[in-house]
């Protein structure tokens, strides 16, 4: 099953789309698909989703709403998707279903993998210059008439204070 959290909340299965009952479906879809499958106690989803709304019985509302779900879940043929235990609710993941919202962080972590290792590319041209500009303070330091070891030790000295030497390139 897809579960579309990018937008609209939305499940998609072999049948098609499973129509969710309105807005506050669609809520608590979402809020029990950021829990990756775990328990989200009933406390926490009255607290988030009827706070604002000042429902006379939250605890009611609450079941009414799981109940629409319920209902539209096993109009979709996915009866057994949302169960109730250790005091709260769950939608539970199969190993073929996908979440959006996680497939695009996966994929965001991917791309950044990729950014820092492609980096590392960039480290070449900025060594070579660097190794460029030590070359050239060996030359004017010779060119200053200093020879011999001298010269030898201030290049240890320069690579001793490489970050510095790079931050300034930088």
């Avoid at 250790?86 to 950044?112: K, Q, W």
């Avoid at 330091?141 to 070891?149: L, V």
């Amino acid at each position: 099953m897809l579960f579309r959290l990018l937008g609209r909340p939305e499940l998609v299965n072999g049948n098609g789309a499973i129509a969710l009952p309105g807005a506050v479906s669609r809520a608590l879809v979402g809020r029990l698909l950021l829990a990756h499958g775990a328990v989200v106690r009933r406390d926490t989803l009255i607290e988030e989703l009827w706070e604002e709304r000042g429902a006379k019985d939250p605890v009611n509302a609450l079941q009414v709403q799981m109940a629409k779900l319920r209902s539209a879940l096993a109009a979709g043929g996915e009866d057994t998707r949302l169960l109730f235990g250790h005091g709260g609710y769950r939608i539970v993941l199969g190993p073929d279903d996908e979440i959006d919202a996680t497939a695009f962080e996966a994929g965001l972590r991917a791309g950044r993998e990729h950014l820092a290792r492609t980096q590392g590319g960039l480290l070449e041209p900025l060594a070579r210059h660097a190794v460029g500009v030590l070359l050239d303070r060996l030359d004017a330091h010779h060119r200053s008439g200093a020879s011999g070891q001298g010269g030898t030790d201030q290049v240890r000295a320069w690579l001793a204070d490489g970050p510095s030497v790079l931050a300034a390139l930088c």
